[in-house]
C-alpha cells in the first residue's frame, strides 16, 4: 500500500537562509507521481511542484527545487531563499498510475523569522 | 483557471442531523474527492469518485456517503453527524489517467459538530 511520512512536525528558518523539508515514501508500483502542497493560515491548498518517478531530473519551479532520491525513496523539498510569507503548512503527496488516488503525509509547519 | 468551490465555509450542525456538504467544480474533470484534514493526521481520503453514479472507498469512509448525479457535482453526506465528524472538509478534482496532474482544491469547509 502506498505510504508517505514527514517526520517533521515543525521547522523554524531564518528569512533568505535555505530550508530541507523532508518526504520519504513507500510504494510497490514503478509508475507514480510525487507533489508538494502548500497550505497558508488561509487555508486554501496550493500546488508547488511535481516529480515524476521515471524524471531525470529534479524538478525544479522558482525558489523551490525537489530532491528526488529513488532508490531511497525521498522526495524531499528545498526552498531557497526563505521568505515571511513561506510560513505555512507544507505537505507531500503521492499518487501511483494504477490509481487516481493522491494520499498525504501529515504535514511540516515552516515558520520563517526575520 | 479550475475553479472547485465548496458550498459553505463554515458549518455548524447538532448531533444526528443529516449533513450535506456540496463541491462543483468547472473543468470538467472525470475525478474528484473528499478529504478531511485534522491537526497532526494531515489530510485523509474519505471518498472518490472517477465518474458519474462511479465511487470508491478511501481511507476513512465510515459515517460517510457521496453523490455524484452530474459530472461536475460531488456531495459528502454525513448520514448522521457525530461530534468526531468536527474537521475541516476538502474537495478536490482532476482530470482522468493522470496520476501527473496536481489535484485542484476547494478552499475548504470547516464544520463543527455540537
Known amino acids: 500500500a502506498q505510504k508517505i511520512t514527514q517526520t517533521q512536525p515543525g521547522m523554524f528558518v531564518q528569512e533568505k537562509e535555505a530550508v530541507t523539508l523532508d518526504c520519504t515514501y513507500d510504494?510497490?508500483?514503478?509508475?507514480?507521481?510525487l507533489f508538494w502542497y502548500k497550505q497558508p493560515s488561509s487555508g486554501e491548498m496550493i500546488f508547488l511542484i511535481y516529480?515524476?518517478?521515471?524524471?531525470?531530473q529534479n524538478a525544479t519551479e522558482g525558489r523551490y527545487s525537489l530532491n528526488f532520491q529513488k532508490a531511497r525513496k525521498s522526495a524531499n523539498l528545498v526552498i531557497s531563499a526563505s521568505q515571511l510569507g513561506d510560513s505555512a503548512m507544507y505537505f507531500c503527496?503521492?499518487?501511483?498510475?494504477?490509481?487516481?488516488?493522491?494520499?498525504f503525509g501529515t504535514g511540516t509547519r515552516l515558520q520563517v523569522f526575520p | 483557471d479550475v475553479k472547485v468551490t465548496q458550498s459553505s465555509r463554515y458549518l455548524v450542525k447538532r448531533t444526528g442531523e443529516k449533513v450535506f456538504l456540496e463541491c462543483v467544480q468547472d473543468?470538467?474533470?472525470?475525478?474528484m474527492f473528499w478529504y478531511r484534514q485534522d491537526p497532526g493526521l494531515g489530510l485523509r481520503l474519505i471518498y472518490f469518485?472517477?465518474?458519474?453514479?462511479?465511487?470508491e472507498k478511501g481511507d476513512i469512509p465510515e459515517g460517510y456517503s457521496v453523490s455524484r448525479e452530474k459530472k461536475e457535482r460531488f456531495s459528502l453526506i454525513l448520514e448522521s453527524a457525530s461530534t468526531n465528524q468536527t474537521s475541516m472538509y476538502l474537495c478536490?478534482?482532476?482530470?482522468?489517467?493522470?496520476?501527473?496532474?496536481?489535484?485542484?482544491f476547494g478552499n475548504g469547509t470547516r464544520l463543527t459538530v455540537t
Open positions: 478536490a478534482s482532476t482530470p482522468e489517467g493522470s496520476y501527473n496532474s496536481p489535484l485542484h
Open positions: 510504494t510497490s508500483d514503478p509508475s507514480y507521481g
Open positions: 516529480q515524476g518517478s521515471y524524471d531525470q
Open positions: 503527496a503521492m499518487r501511483e498510475a494504477n490509481t487516481d488516488k493522491l494520499i
Open positions: 473543468m470538467d474533470h472525470e475525478n
Open positions: 469518485s472517477y465518474d458519474v453514479k462511479m465511487k
